[in-house]
């Protein structure tokens, strides 16, 4: 069929509402401006890539394994072929170009054909005239399998038979830091299981994918790095970069890599052989079953500490379960290895890394991905330290608590502010919640629920301390870059920039810089799509640092041209000039004009590249300058369990966090809480469970989130504004240390409730247990 162009239509952002005109917002860094996109969202209106449409539209479907691990003796696409309604059926034999793709290895196949080697993999794919008729003959292509065991266990993949060519080791990190003979006074040891949490976006996987005239595609999706998924799609096409365009439309959360670029790869495959639009809009199962989770991990710790409870040695033992799959496990590892001890300061730290494939299902990367779950093993270790010295665990993390120019087990100096005391003396000494023993017994909220089995009398409230950490941007050498262009016509800025907004901030804070930089009121920040110069992933606060560092210096380079005729003119530096509330004033008074008369009808545009320093890989000791920066917190938890029952509800989580600078109040005190909430879920309840291999109940039903209901409050008592000078606007991330540090607080919280040692998360019932006598 011959290709032919056709025009994706999308519904139409709602205009601001009266509560939202722009003369009564806010405006510039510091303050509090609302997302333009907020209205929109609230009324329903905002378009997500489930709402594309294009005139011809077909749907597609993708036929997925049920076994964990087969062999595939074949695939019969017969009777799905023969079916009314059905465009095209494709399978491995019509991958014109790369046969497998991958962030950083290729290694996972654009359809299995082979071997299957988790429960969900693509074996086919199917485009029909509707979404029924699809999924009809997805189920009627006969795939005949030879079922093979699976590897589940990360500890026998070492010695399993490959689950894949490349072998089963992904990677292994020796970290060697100071003396092994080292000994202290007290020892204390600890295992530590943390399970597979779902990133569980609020919509699911969808995208549209438009052949072009030229043989190419355009590909719209809700993905967070279009430029990485633009070209592991041109190779799958065996077509080049330039003939294929992503754009991303809106995206419905993302606290991981939002879409498996598999998705996206076949339906640029089902455009290009019809010559027709194809759509795709994944169902909840599909969506457990194919994106990536946080990786599960094993974690045994030994802590050495002298008798005033100052840290002498950690070692420790980590293994980490990749899945099927490389994805970014491997950054995953470093980040483990590295924070292993955590931001307390170790002279001597042996720590040993793997990351293995088996057949679970895919893991990859997560907010906070390798810091979150050693965070909640160093300080289960810090809670037994303290239990075994009979200290009070604030007190002995405040005796090892790093400090600016103190070293990583890395070897890396902290360069950046690193205000850990101060954040943990913050959560300390801010009063406790009362507690309930004023209000009848009925009234009290029981952990459980309202409606309950528990008695008051079994309750026992627990009070526990976390301290985090992660690092800012790419680590290990990654090449963090981000271009922006701003654009000023009449009295309107434009930001482009592709640097995708995952709900991070990122369009609110690039408003914020140009109408701080400008004094421009109206900023218009464009769609992202793969002609802009790439701006790199949305995770680890990148755009806020890089993406939001290149809008600022465009916006200073279109700050000269507009001044530059002005000081010319009246015989003073650029310098002496100020631009406030749309105005440009000079330091005398004599200069004062509006930047609309400075403009003059004129159009000023600049792009402008920002890159932090270089980092360095970690070498065959786990040594090495790795991270650009690192960001802290601090969280006491407050939880009450039921001892008899095993139930627990978090009442309180006290929160200080070390943000470098707030650029805008309202977002970054929304993050936090979404932090905080996120790493409850992690604690509590989320755990994407299977058996053999087999994703059980791939729902919500059966993976729970935690709901309004079971937030608990929230006080966010200290933001530490210390710059980090090598930081534009000196801000550090925000999102991912409330989330690494929560699940560990409210661990610390059941254990000092129940006195059990509390070593798996999330945490279960029984385990909530109080221990006897």
Known sequence: MTATTHTPVTATPAPAGPDLVADEQPHGLGEPVPSADAPA????????????????????????????????????TKHAVDMAGVHAVITHADVPGDAAYGRGTSDRPVFAHDEVRHHGEAIAAVAADHPDTARLAAAAIAVEYELLEPVTDPQLSFEAEPLHPDGNLLRHIPLSFGDPQAVGEVVVEGLYRIGRQDPAPIGAEA?????????????????????????LAAACFGLGPEQVKVVVTGVPGATADREDPGVSIALGLLAMRTGCPVKLAATREESFLTHSHRHPTLLRYRHHADREGKLVKVEAQILMDAGAYADTSSEALAAAVSFACGPYVVPHAFVEGWVVRTNNPPSGHVRGEGAM??????????????????MDPAELRMRNVMATGDLLPTGQTVTCPAPVAELLRAVREEPLPELPKDAPPEEWLLPGGPEGAG????????????????????????DEVSTATVKVSGNVATVICAAVETGSGFSTLARQIVQDVLGV??????????????????????????????????????????????????????ELLQINDGRITSYDGVLSTTVDEALDGKELWATAQCRPHPTEPLDESGQGDAFVGLAFCAIRCVADVDIELGTVRVVDMTVAQDVGRVLNPAQLRARIEAGVTQGLGAALMENLRSSRGQV???????????????APDIRIVKLVEERDVVAPFGAKPASAVPVVTSPAAVASAVRAATGRPIGRLPIRPQAAVAAPG
């Open 696 to 710: 059980r109940h791939p729902d919500l039903t059966d993976h729970p989130l935690p709901t309004s209901l079971d």
């Open 207 to 231: 995208g549209l994918a438009v052949p072009r005239p030229d043989g190419g595609v355009e590909i719209y999706a809700a993905v967070t790095d279009p430029h990485v998924d633009r070209d």
């Open 41 to 76: 969202k609230v009324q329903g209106l905002f378009p997500y890539a489930a709402d594309l449409w294009a005139e011809g539209l077909l749907w597609a479907a993708i036929l997925r394994s049920p076994h964990p691990r087969a062999r595939v003796l074949s695939v019969d």
């Open 373 to 390: 779950q050693v965070c909640a093993a160093y300080e289960g270790q810090m809670d037994k330290l303290a239990a075994e010295l009979d």
């Open 521 to 574: 009121d109206e900023v218009v920040v464009a769609g992202v799509d793969t002609d802009q110069p790439p701006a790199g992933p949305a995770c680890h606060g990148r755009h806020t640092w890089v993406s939001g560092g290149a809008v600022e210096r465009a916006a200073k380079m279109v700050r000269t041209q507009l001044l530059q005729p002005l000081a010319h003119k009246f015989g003073m530096s650029t």
């Open 455 to 478: 008695e008051p009398s079994a309750v026992r409230r627990g009070v526990g301390y976390a301290l985090g950490m992660v690092h800012m941007l790419g680590a290990e050498g990654a």
